[in-house]
T-cell receptor
Framework: AQTVTQSQPEMSVQEAETVTLSCTYD???????LFWYKQPPSRQMILVIR????KQQNATENRFSVNFQKAAKSFSLKISDSQLGDAAMYFC??????????????WGAGTKLIIKP | KAGVTQTPRYLIKTRGQQVTLSCSPI?????VSWYQQTPGQGLQFLFE???????NKGNFPGRFSGRQFSNSRSEMNVSTLELGDSALYLC?????????????FGPGTRLTVL
């Protein structure tokens, strides 16, 4: 079975600086998708970024980028120029591309990101 | 385009009661999934509906049930509430039942069982 591990329960960063959140996963599959979701205090889960395993190029969305290392099964999220609005719980999630997985998201435990003004 | 909406946002119930939560997906989305989020267990998958059919179910007791209507709106029901059912219940929608689509989440319903 696939698992997702976020080893940092909490991280803090100074406003305007860069922070990297770690995520590792375990799978024997070759085709899958990886996601970072953000959950601010409002509780709404918001998609930050998505990566297809078959793409070697790391995904980027404005100030958010990932470092996807398929062989190492690592999927870290880098937030540049941190802003107060980035403060939230960040969840890493995995989804198999195979139908027998029922396409379900497998979640990490989350990392709480604190932004210091 | 309006996002996923969930009603009510907050609920307080007592043990033994039952509760129904509602989720309206993004227009055009036909797949709806439900998750339970608690501090101890994290995010756990409850079930997914697509075209009014339950496609898969997580490891929850039969007290948890759901359904989907022809307009893709979904409801989940929890009967005989227990204290441990206190949680944030999240609904997510996507266009189709596939691996490629991204799920978009609603704001959640906070259920407190006393």
């Amino acid at each position: 079975a696939q698992t997702v591990t976020q080893s940092q329960p909490e991280m803090s960063v100074q406003e305007a600086e860069t922070v990297t959140l770690s995520c590792t996963y375990d799978t024997s599959e070759s085709d899958y998708y990886l996601f970072w979701y953000k959950q601010p205090p409002s509780r709404q889960m918001i998609l930050v970024i998505r990566q297809e395993a078959y793409k070697q190029q790391n995904a980027t969305e404005n100030r958010f980028s990932v470092n996807f290392q398929k062989a190492a099964k690592s999927f870290s999220l880098k937030i540049s120029d941190s802003q107060l609005g980035d403060a939230a719980m960040y969840f890493c999630a995995y989804r198999s591309a195979f139908m027998d997985s029922n396409y379900q998201l497998i979640w990490g435990a989350g990392t709480k990101l604190i932004i210091k003004p | 385009k309006a996002g996923v909406t969930q009603t009510p946002r907050y609920l307080i119930k007592t043990r033994g009661q039952q509760v129904t939560l509602s989720c309206s997906p993004i227009s055009g989305h036909r797949s709806v999934s439900w998750y339970q989020q608690t501090p101890g267990q994290g995010l756990q998958f409850l079930f997914e509906y697509f075209s009014e059919t339950q496609r898969n179910k997580g490891n929850f007791p039969g007290r948890f049930s759901g359904r989907q209507f022809s307009n893709s709106r979904s409801e989940m029901n929890v009967s005989t509430l227990e204290l441990g059912d206190s949680a944030l219940y999240l609904c997510a929608s996507k266009r189709v039942y596939s691996s490629t689509d991204t799920q978009y989440f609603g704001p959640g319903t906070r259920l407190t069982v006393l």
